[in-house]
C-alpha cells in the first residue's frame, strides 16, 4: 500500500472537519435568498471548470493519466482557503462559506459521474478503471461525515468550535503545502519531466476558470464582492481530495494520477495571491 496515504487521509479529514466547524445550518439555505450568485458559483465549479479542463487537456495533448487526474482536480470542490482569500480579496465571505459547503456536498456525487466519463473516455489509449462504488463510499467517510461531525460540534458547543476552528484554521494551509511538499519530493523526477505542459495547462486552466467567474458574474449583475468571491471560487479547489483520490488504494492508488493536483496547489496559491493583492488596491 502507498505509504503517502497515511499522511492524506488525516489532512483530508482535519480540513473537512475544520470546515463543517465553520458552518451553520443557514450557510446551505443561501440559495434560497440569493440564488443569483450562488447559482453562477456553483455552475462554475461543477459545470465549466470540469468542461475547461477536458478541453485544454485535449487541445494540448496531455498524457492520458494527466488528462485524468487534471480533470480530476477540476471536478473537486472548492477548498475551505477560498473563504479566507475572499475575506483578503474584500469579497462577500457569507458567500464564499455557502459555495464552499454546497459544493462539497453536491461534488460527493458529480465527482465520480464526471470521472467515470473520462475514465471510460480515456480507456481506449491507457487500461485504467474507475471504482465508482468505492469512490463514493471513500467520499462520504473522508468528507461528508468529518463536515456533518463538524456542524454537531459547533451547533452543540459553539464556544468550544470556535476556539477549535481558530487553531485548525491556522492550520489548514500549512497542511496543504505539506501534503502537496510530501507528494513532490517523492514525485519530483516525474513532475520536474512534465512540469513544463502541466504547467502550462493548470495556468491556463486557472485564469479561463477566473474569466468564466468574472462573465458569469457580470452577466447576472453581481455586485463587486459577490464578483470577487465568484473569481476565488472558481478558480480554487480542493487539492487535498484529488491527492487523495488519486493516491487512495481504493480509487486509482497511484501517485501519477495526484501530479496535475500537486502543481495546481502551488499555481493556484501564486496566482490567486496576486489576484488579491491586485482587487485590494483597486
Known sequence: MNATIFIVI???????FELGLNLKLQDFKLF???PKPVLAGLIGQIVVLPALAWLIGWALHLEPVFLIGFVLIACCPGGSSSNVFSM???????????????SSIITLFTVPLILEWVTT????????????????????????????????????WESAAEKIHKVLSKIAFPALIFLATVFFIKNREAIIANFGQLGLSITVLI??????????????????????????????????????????????????YAIPAIIYALMMNVILIIYVAVVKNR
Open 10 to 16: 488525516p489532512i483530508l479529514t482535519l480540513l473537512m
Open 32 to 34: 434560497k435568498d440569493r
Open 88 to 102: 483578503l480579496a474584500k469579497g462577500d465571505v457569507a458567500l464564499s462559506v455557502s459555495l464552499t459547503a454546497c
Open 121 to 156: 473516455a480515456a480507456s481506449s489509449t491507457v487500461d485504467v478503471h474507475l471504482p465508482v462504488g468505492n469512490l463514493v463510499v471513500q467520499n462520504i467517510v473522508l468528507m461528508l461525515v468529518p463536515i456533518i461531525v463538524g456542524i454537531a460540534v459547533r451547533k452543540k
Open 207 to 256: 485564469l479561463l476558470a477566473m474569466a468564466s467567474g468574472v462573465v458569469l458574474s457580470r452577466s447576472l449583475r453581481l455586485n463587486t464582492q459577490e464578483r470577487r468571491t465568484i473569481v476565488i471560487e472558481i478558480g480554487m479547489q480542493n487539492a487535498a481530495q484529488a491527492i487523495t483520490i488519486a493516491s487512495s488504494p481504493l480509487v486509482f492508488g497511484d501517485d501519477k
